[in-house]
């Protein structure tokens, strides 16, 4: 059972810059200790908080590989991000707590091209370089020239691409709206449609 407080303490956003062993600059987001059976009306009244789940590039999926329920929290956690509309979102599954555990060494998979997997120690530092290097491969997709079919309904996503200096070329189209060629990378192209509540199958 939480507290008020307790509930309110994990649900409060914390921001880090970091960098990754490349260079790339990041900015980590610790925004949301999701709860099992998160009500509804608790989603819509931190809607701001969870909406930076939404928007995010990549999300840190961290489990506890001591505990004997991971796999069901893990399925739960799943779940809010669905309700949210984040389900699109990449993720790298982190499995913390390796010192802890016999039966879990530092290593990083990925499964019939699921999600990558790594497992570290946060308290030893076991792993990190290993997950920094499977940030950066998530982060570094190569931008592609893509046409999108915008609807004039959609002038702020547009507006959007300009902001990201990824706009080629446009002209408009016979409905009203525009038809915009971008140069950009697939993780960004895709956060922006979630932001924007766009469907990027139906611009295409």
Known sequence: MYTA????????PTLRRAQLNSGLPVILSDTVGFIRHLPHDLIQAFH???????????????????????????????????SIGAAGVPQIL????????DAHAVRVEQINGGAPRVWVSARTGEGVVELKDAIDSCLRDVPETRRLHIPPEAGKFRASLFREGAVCDEYPDEFGGWVVEVNLDSP???RLCRHHNMDLSALQ
Do not use: C, G, P
């Not at 701001?48 to 739960?76: F, G, N, P, W």
């Not at 982190?94 to 555990?101: I, T, Y």
């Open 188 to 190: 960004s192209l895709q």
């Open 94 to 101: 982190v499995f913390n707590k390796v010192d802890a555990s």
């Open 5 to 12: 407080d307790q509930l309110f303490a994990t649900l409060d």
């Open 48 to 82: 701001a908080t969870l909406e930076e789940v939404k928007s995010a590039d990549l999300l840190l999926h961290v489990i506890d590989v001591t505990d004997e329920q991971r796999y069901h929290h893990m399925e739960q956690v799943n779940d809010v991000i669905e």
